[in-house]
């Protein structure tokens, strides 16, 4: 049986033609929505999910293209822009009867959280945004030998047919090798959460390259327009990172300060999977923004 957030419903909601998110949805006051990132669902968020519904309506879909959600053909680089997934999200909420919410994404879904925010800050009342760049600052920080730890990005970012045919030839190892290295501590992901992931990313290797190789065009497209027209993200921010820079040599603070206004930048030594390596400092983390 494939792992729930106890205590939460579940319901497939339609939030554009022909796409259905699954949704996981919890507690009562303000909303909050939570997006999950690579190579997770929504369960990645299950302990701070449970700690904010005493407070909260806390909404958890899975994104576009993973876990039980639908999984559109890429016909075009839009399916997967992360202005298609912010959309998604915006009318998800809007779906379950609000206008207005705040925000946190974690890896992958804290793109799309920042796409959000800048595409629909009506909508978004605050957002949080764990250990990530925005697409556009991330590819201009990848260089060297450094960007090895990158191997991934460049190998999804390539046109349709390889990097598909080679994930999908050995999925839970590929899958499952970022699951450990990027662990501070495996513990945290217990076996039957575990192997719901790879399931669902077993189930989802072509959307899952479209979503990155949306990152290696059209989003850094959407990313470099704003940066040019001087856009910004109006609502409180935080961040909370791990010391990348230390490793790849740019000042994460700095790159995320261009993009907000009212930001609380932190940098943290919780592992990359913090919500679930460190589930208390994430849901404080959030109740401090949402506070703000």
């Known amino acids: 049986m494939t792992p ?5 419903d579940y319901q497939r909601v339609p939030v554009a033609d022909g796409v259905h998110l699954n949704v996981a949805v919890g507690g009562s006051g303000s909303p909050v929505v939570l997006l999950h990132g690579f190579p997770q669902t929504h369960l990645m968020w299950r302990h701070v999910a449970a700690d904010l519904a005493a407070g909260h309506t806390v909404i958890c879909p899975d994104l576009r293209g993973y876990g039980a ?19 998604d999200v915006v009318a998800l909420a809007r779906a379950l009867g609000h ?10 879904g804290a793109l799309v959280a920042f796409r959000a925010g800048l595409d629909h800050p009506q909508a978004i009342t605050h957002l949080a945004c764990l250990d990530v760049l925005p697409t556009l ?8 030998v450094g960007a090895a730890v990158g191997f991934h990005l460049y190998l999804m970012s390539q046109p349709p047919g390889l990097p598909e045919r080679m994930i999908a030839g050995a999925a839970d190892a590929f899958f499952g090798h970022f699951l450990d290295i990027w662990a501070g501590d495996p513990g945290a992901i217990p076996a039957e959460v575990r192997a719901a992931y790879l399931e669902a990313s077993r189930g989802a290797v072509d959307s899952i390259v479209a979503d990155y ?12 327009a704003d940066r040019d027209a001087g856009h910004r993200l109006g609502m409180p921010v935080a961040v909370l990172q791990q010391d ?4 790849l040599g740019f000042d994460a603070a700095a790159l995320w300060s261009a993009w907000a206004a009212d930001l609380r930048h932190s940098t943290v030594g919780w592992g990359h999977f913090m919500a679930e390596e460190a589930p208390a400092g ?10 703000r």
């Open 99 to 108: 206008e207005r919410f705040a925000l946190a994404g974690h890896d992958r």
């Open 137 to 144: 600052d991330m590819w201009e920080a990848m260089h060297g």
């Open 244 to 247: 990348w820079g230390a490793a």
């Open 69 to 87: 959600s639908d999984k559109p053909a890429e016909t075009g680089p839009a399916v997967y822009a992360k202005r298609t997934m912010a959309a």
């Open 282 to 291: 994430v849901a404080g983390a959030l109740r401090d923004l949402l506070s």
């Open 4 to 8: 729930v957030i106890s205590g939460f």
């Open 213 to 224: 190789r949306a990152s290696a065009g059209i989003d850094v497209v959407h990313d470099q």
